[in-house]
């Protein structure tokens, strides 16, 4: 492990608030992806960065924001307009110009 | 959409049989296929992948196979043990370095159990 991590490991929250959930990797990777993931689901992806100061939209970004500010850092917002936002959530990275994504050990967030 | 699909999403073994979890994906464009292996509550291992140019690759006790024609690839374990016990992920990816596309869709996951 190590590499690419993500804080805290559970995390909890009341309905209406917002929660932002950390991802830093130290691996010079170009790329970032944040993910959910539901019981019997295949990961989702909810927002994808190639490069500092871009990002892109995947298939469930509603409720969701995230920046690139920094190269080692891909922050995740949960706001409250995400209908269901309890999950595992997971970040991923991966170098330029390679295939391969590794992914952090994700965040539970449990919100009630 | 594109979307892969992954069989069987349970799957029990004896120690010491081999396991065999298939994925069939629809993207025609899809070139690389990796299989994940995640233990409860942990992140995802990459444990092996194949690209669209080979058949077949092996490493130790796991092997994926992939089909083009018929889009469809496979893991199989043998030897299993215990500590193969966990959910395996299979993805197809799309990747095109010139075109700045990288587009990886999940399968839905087995879990293996393999019992001692």
């Not at chain 1, 969701?64 to 850092?73: A, C, G, L, N, P």
Request: hydrophobic share 30%; proline share 4%.
């Amino acid at each position: 492990d190590g590499g690419i991590t993500q804080s805290p490991k559970y995390l909890f929250r009341k309905e209406g608030q917002n929660v932002t959930l950390s991802c830093e990797q130290n691996l010079n990777h170009d790329a970032m992806y944040w993910y959910r993931q539901d019981p019997g689901q295949g990961l989702r992806l909810i927002y994808y960065s190639q490069i500092v100061n871009d990002f892109q939209k995947g298939d469930i970004a509603e409720g969701y924001s995230v920046s690139r500010e920094k190269k080692e850092s891909f922050p995740l917002t949960v706001t409250s307009a995400q209908k269901n936002p309890t999950a595992f959530y997971l970040c991923a990275s991966r170098l330029a110009g390679a295939y391969e994504q590794y992914f952090g050990p994700g965040t539970r967030l449990t919100v009630t | 959409g594109e979307n892969v699909e992954q069989h069987p999403s349970t799957l029990s073994v004896q120690e010491g049989d081999s396991a065999v979890i298939k994925c069939t994906y629809s993207d025609s464009a899809s070139n690389y296929f990796p299989w994940y292996k995640q233990e409860l509550g942990k992140r995802p291992q990459l444990i092996i992948d194949i690209r669209s140019n080979v058949g077949e690759k092996k490493d130790q006790r796991i092997a994926v196979t992939l089909n083009k024609t018929a889009k469809h690839f496979s893991l199989h374990i043998t030897e299993t043990q215990p500590e193969d016990s966990a959910v395996y992920f299979c993805a197809a990816g799309t990747i095109a370095f010139t075109s700045g596309t990288y587009k990886y869709i999940f399968g839905t996951g087995t879990r293996l159990k393999v019992l001692a």
